[in-house]
């Protein structure tokens, strides 16, 4: 499988800053691969490496085995689909999606027809003489996609695309961008800050923080096997134990993560790790209910189903509560 | 065979090639962009304005109306001199004269047009008031010698109002008057305030449309009367406006030459006073140390109006 | 709250009212009356509308060759403004760097110096560097300051430009100036159309200036002045300050409504 775009040990400075510090991964070909982190973390700096609108400031990056340092972004086999969608405001919607075509002197009759079916793969064929302007923020995404898909990229780069779409259509263009990638074949990498979003979607993950990748891996494993503090707290809730707390419950001041979910209301069960604690909050969340219990100085957070507690059987605020939890399930933290 | 570059089939070499170029040298680029507009600027403008500072320390000998480059302070020092000084104090009194009057007439139209306006009557104003703005100055100046003149609307109308005894008593009063009115201080005076108005509407407009509704609001919502919201909210809020404004007539006043010859009695101002010694007397050191004058006066103003909070007001 | 609050009421005062359209009123009346009287003759007691000054007007050779002459003029300098400001502007809309305060300073203190400043300024030069007044020194004097009427559009509709659009078009394989061509210039037209109608009038109008970088030569303004002194040819001196007018109004007229609803109003600053 061939290696669509490589970093070696790259470095971006912005004065004293490090944007991206010392990162080195490896996108496979036909990839599904996310870069997941908060803002600020270098994962969109690291987009804008690739596709060209920043230059490193150590280190390589190769787009498919090439050496990719000096090439201008219209010289790369890369295109990019924008956080804002970048739609050119005085063209209309077809115009727009043939513009890459056009600029390289594509035959007309030939960039119309692969403009209008760019536009149907992304169900907006009736669309195209409309303005950018006439369109909704979902619609422009989808112009922003075809836009970008109608010049065959080997690489389509995705920033950010559906930060400003609503809850719903969120999701429905997350299945549909998938669908794309499956149709395609082609290799995408996503940026976002949802982790949910980048689980669901991506074949691996990057998990950025502060400039640097802390964990590199599919979002099975990331969620499971969580390699540092950051990636258990920020893929999926987690509830982080510091040492001293660890300390007290196991015996042994190495933190740790468990996750709400497996934890329960202690009834004598085997194996387990206890602690003790009165109950502050109890949020009501569709199917099920979180509780947040006060441990000491910690609130560790555990969920019930709401099927099988009624409201009043659930644990009320102020209830003295004892939770466990399984050995096993304890993922151990580098500090 | 897959490879990263395009195949170019129709690209430019030449302007691809300086594009590339270009890429990877942002600050030439940069350096490219601005070396025109600096060469222009550097020594076209500024580099005429420094040999014009450097001549005001030349020396005129008014004997045989020569200048020498020999460097000497004595333009400036004679700048204290009684004709000389009377003349900086003349323009300046009238430029103050002239910004607060343009205050005074100006606010209450800023004012309405900003708080009570409709949408329409506000872009009926805006308009109303930036035309005349640029309408030609001269046209204006022009308009006004033919108004002012004994033969004019205005001394036919104060005829026929039977005001004829009143205007020759304001007439007679020193400073202000003169043999007629177009020969007047007061009209050059009204001349002066009628083109600079507009330069004062604009940034007191602007200043108010800056303070926020609810803040008045909040102040009624407090207790305080139509009046004391306006002496204690809006005024101050809106103070920084009009020294924005006053910038404008303050400076455009002291520097003004073509107003002081064409209304009002004999009498250089600075900007006369500079047109004369350029011209027939060639005394240009003298006439450079003069121009140092507004120059000087108004960095003094900017700099209390930087502190007054005008220059977020501009 | 205690007390019932008082809404600031909708109407406004009578007064005010009327201090505001009096004032609007005093703005306008020397132009009407400029523009009435060059439609007027008198004819011993008898006033009648005419159309006859207009003709008469055009009938001076001194008249036409005056607008001949600032026309030509108002033309170059807006297109030498025209490439000089947008050059600055794309190299300082964005860029943060050291002298960037002092390169704006400088751009705008041809405007800000009282014109008699630049005036001697620029005659001086002149006499230094021995160059007779003429068209070009006119040309150059008012390109100068008309620099910033374009400067100040095109960084407005600049800011108002998002980046991403340059970027998205060199992403989609167009270069540096092609994207320039398809994408900038495009964006930046009609802000470029209002900075030139505005530097356009701001050259035929100007007069203190040129009044030291013309020599011989007689713009428009200057021949207006010169005309001040004679108190016959009123009528066509009317006339001429009715055209002046008309000239440098609509262009304005026409960038404001060019640049309404944008962040930097064209003339709303001169």
Not at chain 1, 229 to 256: C, E, M, W, Y
């Amino acid at each position: 499988m061939a290696i669509a775009v490589e970093f070696s040990a790259v470095t971006r400075h912005y004065g004293n800053v490090k944007a991206v510090d010392n990162v080195t991964i490896s996108v496979a070909e036909g990839e599904f691969f996310s870069m997941l982190g908060p803002s600020g973390s270098g994962k969109t700096t690291c987009l804008r490496l690739i596709a060209g609108f920043e230059q490193p400031t150590h280190g390589s990056i190769k787009i498919f085995g090439q050496e990719a340092a000096g090439t201008p972004p219209y010289e790369r086999e890369v295109n990019t689909v924008f956080q804002d969608y970048a739609l050119f405001p005085h063209m209309n919607v077809l115009d727009n999606v043939a513009y890459g075509l056009q600029v390289k002197g594509v035959a007309k009759n030939e960039y119309i027809n692969r403009a209008e079916e760019a536009l149907r793969l992304v169900a907006l064929g009736e669309y195209s003489k409309r303005k950018p302007s006439e369109l909704s923020g979902g619609q422009r995404q989808r112009v922003a996609l075809a836009r970008a898909l109608v010049n065959r990229p080997r690489v389509l780069l995705l920033d950010e695309p559906l930060g400003a779409l609503d809850l719903k259509l969120r999701e429905q263009m997350q299945l549909e961008l998938k669908t794309l990638h499956n149709k395609l074949g082609i290799t995408f990498i996503y940026v976002t800050h949802d982790q949910g979003e980048a689980l669901s979607m991506s074949d691996r993950v990057a998990v950025f923080n502060k400039g640097k990748v802390e964990q590199c891996d599919n979002p099975r494993n990331l969620y499971t096997h969580p390699k540092t503090r950051f990636v258990a707290d920020f893929v999926g809730t987690s509830n982080v134990i510091s040492s001293d707390l660890a300390q007290k419950i196991t015996g042994n001041n190495h933190p740790f993560s468990i996750r709400p979910e497996h934890i329960s209301i202690y009834h004598n069960h085997k194996n387990v790790m206890k602690i003790e604690g009165v109950v502050a909050d109890v949020q009501y969340h569709g199917a099920t209910s979180k509780i947040e219990v006060d441990v000491g100085n910690k609130m560790l957070a555990f969920v019930l189903s709401n099927t099988e507690y009624s409201e009043t059987h659930l644990p009320q605020s102020g209830q003295k509560l004892t939770l466990c939890w399984p050995q096993n399930r304890m993922v151990m933290l580098s500090t | 065979m897959h490879s990263l570059i395009y195949n170019a089939t129709t690209t430019k070499p030449l302007s691809r090639w300086l594009s590339n170029a270009l890429y990877r040298k942002n600050n030439l680029f940069l350096f490219l962009l601005l070396t025109p507009p600096l060469l222009w600027f550097g020594i076209v403008y500024l580099g005429s304005l420094f040999a014009l500072l450097w001549q005001s320390f030349y020396t005129f000998d008014s004997f045989s109306m020569a200048v020498s480059p020999d460097l000497t302070l004595e333009n400036y020092r004679s700048l204290f001199d009684a004709t000389n000084f009377d003349i900086i104090l003349r323009t300046g009194t009238m430029a103050i004269a002239v910004t607060l009057a343009c205050a005074c007439i100006g606010f209450p139209i800023a004012y309405y047009m900003t708080r009570y306006g409709s949408p329409a009557e506000k872009g009926f104003f805006y308009i109303a008031v930036m035309l005349p703005m640029w309408a030609s100055y001269i046209v204006k100046t022009y308009a006004w010698t033919v108004i002012l003149s004994q033969e004019g609307i205005l001394y036919w109308g104060i005829n026929h109002l039977g005001l004829a005894s009143t205007l020759s008593n304001v007439l007679q009063i020193p400073a202000i008057g003169g043999n007629t009115l177009a020969t007047s201080n007061l009209g050059r005076f009204i001349v002066f305030t009628y083109i600079w108005l507009p330069f004062m509407i604009l940034p007191i407009q602007a200043a108010l449309e800056r303070v926020p509704t609810n803040l008045l609001q909040a102040s009624a919502d407090l207790g305080a009367k139509p009046a004391q919201t306006f002496r204690r909210v809006l005024f101050p809020l809106v103070f920084p406006g009009v020294i924005a404004g006053s910038i404008f007539t303050f400076s455009l006043t002291l520097g003004d030459y073509i107003i002081p010859q064409l209304i009002g009695p004999s009498g250089l101002y600075i900007g006369t006073m500079v047109y004369t010694m350029q011209g027939s007397v060639g005394n240009m050191p003298l006439a450079a140390a003069f121009t140092v004058v507004p120059i000087v006066l108004i960095f003094i103003y900017l700099a209390f109006a930087k502190r007054a909070g005008a220059f977020d007001a501009l | 709250m205690l007390f019932k609050s008082k809404s600031l009421s909708e109407k406004s005062p009578v007064w005010l009212k009327t201090l505001a359209y009096g004032g609007l009123v005093f703005l306008h009346f020397p132009i009407v009356f400029i523009l009435i009287n060059a439609f007027v003759a008198h004819d011993g007691n008898n006033t009648y509308l005419t159309l006859k000054w207009f003709s008469a007007t055009f009938a001076r050779d001194d008249v036409i060759s005056a607008i001949i002459l600032s026309l030509k003029v108002a033309t170059v300098a807006t297109l030498l403004a025209l490439v000089m400001g947008t050059m600055a502007a794309a190299a300082l809309y964005k860029r943060n760097f050291f002298g960037k305060e002092a390169i704006t300073t400088m751009l705008i203190l041809p405007i800000a110096l009282p014109g008699i400043i630049t005036g001697i300024a620029l005659l001086s030069a002149m006499s230094i560097l021995e160059i007779e007044p003429g068209f070009w020194t006119i040309v150059v004097s008012h390109a100068t300051f008309c620099v910033v009427m374009i400067y100040n559009n095109v960084v407005a509709r600049f800011r108002r430009m998002p980046h991403s659009l340059v970027e998205a078009s060199m992403d989609l394989g167009a270069d540096g100036f092609t994207t320039f061509k398809r994408i900038v210039l495009p964006q930046l037209a009609t802000a470029l159309l209002a900075g030139a109608l505005l530097a356009f009038a701001l050259s035929f109008d100007e007069l203190i200036v040129t009044i030291f970088t013309a020599g011989h030569e007689v713009t428009l303004p200057i021949w207006l002045l010169n005309q001040l002194a004679r108190p016959r040819d009123a009528a066509i001196t009317n006339v001429v300050a009715m055209m002046v007018m008309l000239i440098t109004a609509l262009p304005i007229i026409a960038a404001y409504y060019l640049t309404r609803g944008t962040e930097s109003i064209a003339g709303s600053s001169k």
